[in-house]
């Protein structure tokens, strides 16, 4: 099919990484305001507002192609196109479940400053935000190499300089990164979900009865039963700080 606009996925992926942009830095706002001790930004009538923005994070996953289909967008990691994870979404479940739970806390303060152990808390959230969010960017940013070696149009010496590039670019993301974080001494990328991104597989899916959003998060049907399931366990058993996996 040919695309009057970008392809569906490669849209998804670009919205997918200015939002990672956008939470890290909403994110690192909030850690510098709580350093200096200032009020909360509130709205009309002094109602809180989302310190760290993700609204309508559903509408990320969701693309509609020039027939007027709409597909959802599902990522999987792969380091090396022979098996893949997908946890990819799971792990992006998780980073704005965090996020909702940040702005959750600091609800009760809109137009005051954070008191302790609120603070520490939202901060320990907050760096973890920070990291993810750093690496889902570089994640994403291994989208158009991704594709490149899927379809046979890039290896050898060409390959090994998109990679140094992008390696180099990680680097300054996470030195970044880290420079945001409330604690200094905690390294950036042992938050992350992993250290090293890597590549990046996706599967646009036709609506499916059953299919749901966890956090504003897309999964398919066979998935949202995994992850349904186990974490209504986790709940359960009083154990939310822990995530849960597909297999």
Known sequence: MMFARKPPRELC???LKRRMIGIGDDAARLIATMKENRPLSYGPDRRPLDL?????????????DALGHDSFQHFHYTDDFRSIDPNAQVDLMVLFGDVARVNAILAPFAGSSVASPAARLVNEIA????????FFDAYFSRFDVSTDILLGRTSGRALAERMAALGA???????RAQSRLSDPATDAARLAPRRIPPFVISAGLRYGRGQTFVNGVYFPT????VILGQTAALAAAS???????MH
């Open 13 to 15: 992926v670009r919205r």
């Open 52 to 64: 760290i923005r993700n609204a309508d994070s559903e509408a990320l996953f969701v693309e509609t």
């Open 222 to 225: 066979e998935a949202a039963q």
């Open 239 to 245: 154990q939310l700080e822990a995530a849960p996996r």
């Open 127 to 134: 760096d973890r935000i920070i990291a993810t969010a750093c």
């Open 169 to 175: 670019e990680d680097r300054i993301r996470y030195d």
